[in-house]
């Protein structure tokens, strides 16, 4: 369903993403792994439009992907890392501004609003201000502003930053159950468990290249185990990528 | 695309009227500056220029002096009051009047006899705050013909007037004047006298030579009925400010949602960036048109400013004006990096640029030089366009050249703005 291909990204001297090559089906999950300056969020910059790349292409269904106005754009969903909602607003209003955004229109907007807010479990929330929810609430409106125009890939941006115990969860129990409705997802994350408990398949980058693209199964079988016991996906992220700190 | 430019220009909307507070204070800190300069330019209602504040002091106490306070007190343009010497000094070193007039004594006498010789002219004190140096020169200009009035009168009609020719007439022979010379002297004064000297007619004024003209002010507003309106103007320059500041929120306000990541979403969504921008510049032209509007509607009803000329130019000259204001808000966010730096730098722009534009003060008094080099600042043309239509009461004709420069500012604004914007969202 997205494929991309040798996407190569530089800011002046610094190559931010290089020959960055990966597929994501339908109803999987790819964890996209990697150190604080990796290029994770670069990458996932160009699929969604943002950036666009110096060399390499971004393909949905088999099409490229291109220009600002691309219909295709409609089949992804992009749920950055920052709270991208507009605190004066409600919930209800947030999500109408950005599904008019995609065409969307009344009713079929406001019906799609309350199936969002359901899943996210905001119905009851639907008219108060963001600017009262807690971080965990914001989240999971983020989440349900990115799934809005029902699209068939979502990216997520490091989507679980700050949020409490209970949402994360509740987070997870939603990316599920999207996964199961066939949607294909692109996750980005630092938390290790997050991957382990959803990803189909692991995409590890550092210094802008792929440097792994395996299932979990895969990816531990790099690695040697101490004393019999499987190595933690950590260690395995460890052993990839060096123990220097990225700052 | 009428869908996303919709609900963007909506959300914007709403978000603008989701602060009471703000919402308040956009359109009561215009009308609340704008009064207050209203009133300094507005003369208390009355369609009389101000008068400019004159002290005098009168140590000489003859009849020429009397005739020359006389005739200073009888000027409409100034708002004459009798001191002695000090306090005239004091007054004007203390900032109470602007000019002081000192006549020191004999002035009167040694007047009339240098107009008739043109010798030993009598010195006039004059005290002038340096600050008001323009006052200055108005009050010099008009006492000379005063004084000039005064001495004639005297000389050529009145009593003293005779006395100091006889005096005159007598020093011919010490003078050494040649006596051909001192006849043709004592033949027009003689003449003068009696032709001016004999006995005036019951309630007659004395005559004598006099300025030669006199004048009719008229201000040229709309109509000979209609006063100025000093509001007009204020209004006009403070709605133009406050329409750029609230541009300058336009454009803050995009650097603030970039920060929140609120640029990624919009930029994920399949829209162009003419659109995005054309939504910010149309959300952004109808908060500032409303700002403008509420305004003028305030002036309309509490200070009777009056649209002398044409309603059509007036809100062809304030969408303009309103649409420059928003595109300058684009540009603002194009070149600026972080949100509290460019207000800053923006907030400096606008003042000078409302500054140059005669938002403060009418560009008419502006040097000629500053005058020319401002018609580049789209601030002048707004507040002439404004002015054009209101108190001027110009015909539509004087509101299309600034309504189109406003219009080709606008354009350059948003092109820049499309050029200039930092489209990437890593």
Known sequence: MLQVEKLRKTYGDLVAVDDVSFKLERGQMVGLLGPNGAGKTTTVSMIAGLVTPDRGEVLIGGVRLKGDTDPAKRRIGLVPQDLALYDELCPTDNLRFFGSLYDLQQPALDSRIKEVLELVGLSERARDAVKNFSGGMKRRLNLAAGLLHDPDILLLDEPTVGVDPQSRNAIFENLEALKAQGKALLYTTHYMEEVERMADRIVVIDHGRVIADDTLAGLHQRVPGVEGERPSLEAVFLTLTGRSLRD | ?426
């Open chain 2, 1 to 426: 695309m009428l869908i996303p430019l919709r609900a963007m220009i909506r959300k914007d909307l709403q978000i603008f009227f989701s602060d009471r507070r703000s919402v308040i204070m956009s359109f009561i800190a215009p009308i609340a500056i704008a009064s207050f300069f209203g009133a300094i330019f507005t003369s208390s209602g009355s369609s009389a220029p101000s008068r400019v504040a004159v002290m005098i002091a009168d140590q000489d106490n003859g009849a020429i002096a009397r005739s020359i306070i006389a005739s200073i007190k009888a000027d409409s343009a100034l708002a004459v009051s009798v001191v002695s010497a000090d306090s005239a000094r004091s007054a004007v070193q203390n900032g109470k009047t602007s000019v002081a007039v000192v006549l020191p004594p004999g002035f009167g006498d040694a007047a009339g006899i240098a107009f008739i010789t043109g010798s030993h002219k009598p010195e006039l004190q004059l005290f002038y705050d340096p600050s008001h140096s323009a006052e200055l020169g108005m009050v010099r200009g008009m006492l000379m013909g005063h004084v000039i009035d005064a001495v004639d009168r005297e000389m050529f009609s009145g009593a003293q007037g005779r006395v100091l020719a006889a005096r005159v007439l007598a020093t011919f022979d010490s003078a050494g004047m040649p006596p051909a010379q001192q006849e043709r002297f004592r033949a027009m004064l003689d003449a003068a006298q009696n032709l001016y000297g004999g006995p005036a007619q019951s309630g007659a004024a004395p005559v004598g030579l006099s300025t030669p003209y006199t004048v009719k002010e008229t201000a040229a507003t709309s109509d000979a009925n209609v006063a100025y309106n000093g509001y007009a103007h204020a209004f006009a320059g403070m709605g133009v400010q406050f329409l750029l500041f609230a541009a300058i929120d336009l454009g803050v306000g995009i650097l603030f949602e970039r920060q929140r990541g609120l640029w990624k979403r919009l930029r994920s969504a399949p829209i162009s960036r003419t659109l995005l921008l054309g939504g910010k510049a149309a959300s952004g032209t109808l908060i500032t048109l409303m700002t403008l509007l509420v305004s003028f509607a305030f002036a309309i009803v509490v200070f009777k400013v009056r649209i002398h000329g044409s309603v059509a130019g007036f809100l062809a000259v304030s969408v303009a004006t309103a649409l420059m204001a928003s595109t300058f808000g684009l540009l603002v966010a194009s070149l600026g990096k972080t949100p509290s730096a460019t207000r800053g730098v923006a907030i400096l722009a606008v003042l000078l640029m409302v500054m140059l534009g005669g938002a403060w003060v009418p560009s008419f008094i502006f040097p000629a030089w500053l005058q020319k080099v401002t018609v580049v600042v789209p601030a002048r043309w707004a507040v002439d366009g404004l002015d054009a239509m209101t108190w001027r009461g110009l015909p539509f004709n004087a509101a299309v050249v600034p309504t189109l420069v406003l219009l080709g500012f606008a354009l350059l604004f948003g092109v820049l703005a499309l050029s200039r914007f930092q489209w990437e969202e890593a």
